[in-house]
C-alpha cells in the first residue's frame, strides 16, 4: 500500500470509529433515559394513585414525548449510511492490496470487526428502547 492510501484509510477508520462511538454513547444514554422513566412509571403507577403519583405519571407522558420519537431512528439511519459509505471505501482500498500486502487484510479484519460490532450494539440499543417507548406509550396514552 502506498503512503497516500494508507493516509486515506486511516482518515476513514478514524471519521467511523470516532461518529460511531460518539454515537453508541447517545443511543446508551437515551436508552438510559428510557429506562429511568419505566422506572418512574412503575413505581408511580397503580390502581388508586395519589395526587402525586397523577402528577409523575403525567410528567413521564410529557418527557415520553421528547424521547419516544422518530428522532433516534432517523439519526441511526443518517450515521449507518455515512459510516457505511466511508467503510466502503476504505475497503475498496484495502481491496487493491489484499494478495500483497498483508497488513491490508489485518486492517480489513479490525474494520470488518468494528462494523459488526457497531451493528449488532446499535441495533440491541435501537430495538431495546423503541420497545420500552412503545409499552410506556400504550400505558400512558
Not at 428522532?71 to 441511526?76: G, N, W
Request: charge should be positive.
Amino acid at each position: 500500500m502506498t503512503p497516500q492510501s494508507i493516509a486515506t484509510i486511516a482518515t476513514f477508520l478514524t471519521l467511523t470509529s470516532l461518529l460511531g462511538t460518539f454515537f453508541q454513547v447517545q443511543l446508551a444514554t437515551w436508552l438510559r433515559d428510557l429506562m429511568t422513566l419505566k422506572s418512574k412509571y412503575e413505581l408511580n403507577a397503580g390502581d388508586n394513585p395519589t395526587a402525586d403519583e397523577i402528577k409523575a405519571l403525567r410528567e413521564c407522558a410529557y418527557t415520553l414525548s421528547g424521547l419516544y420519537n422518530k428522532v433516534p431512528a432517523l439519526t441511526a439511519g443518517a450515521i449507518t449510511l455515512f459510516i457505511a459509505i466511508t467503510a466502503s471505501q476504505a475497503f475498496a482500498i484495502l481491496s487493491t492490496s489484499w494478495s500483497t500486502d498483508p497488513l491490508a487484510s489485518r486492517i480489513g479484519l479490525v474494520l470488518g470487526s468494528f462494523l459488526a460490532i457497531y451493528l449488532m450494539l446499535g441495533g440491541y440499543l435501537m430495538w431495546r428502547g423503541y420497545a420500552i417507548g412503545r409499552e410506556l406509550h400504550r400505558n400512558l396514552v
